[in-house]
């Protein structure tokens, strides 16, 4: 039996596997769930994960966020404050 190893390097990746993504603010405590359907339909499903970690921060103080991934089907949903992500797209050219 061979261990399969699963890559979630894109937005793509975590709705293929079953995983949702947070944002936790560090400074001011303040974390939400990624709206990853809505981030597909913005970004496409090849959009890598390093970069929502890159140019996420949070809105509230602008502090730096942690990204983090988990099971949707073997771990509830924890509370959190909506946060509105602002992610850019990809330079293109
Ligand atoms: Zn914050």
């Known amino acids: ?21 947070r944002l936790d603010c560090g400074p001011c405590g303040r974390g939400a769930d990624l709206d990853v359907e809505a981030l597909i339909a913005q ?5 890598p994960l390093s970069d929502i970690r890159k140019h996420a921060s949070c809105p509230h103080c602008g502090g730096a966020v942690t990204l983090s991934m988990r099971r949707t089907s073997i771990t509830a949903k924890p509370d959190g404050h909506p946060m509105a992500i602002p992610v850019r797209r990809p330079r293109s050219g």
């Open 1 to 21: 039996m061979t261990l399969a190893t699963i890559r979630l390097d894109s937005l793509g990746h975590l709705v293929a596997h079953g995983y949702a993504a």
């Open 43 to 47: 970004l496409g499903g090849n959009y």
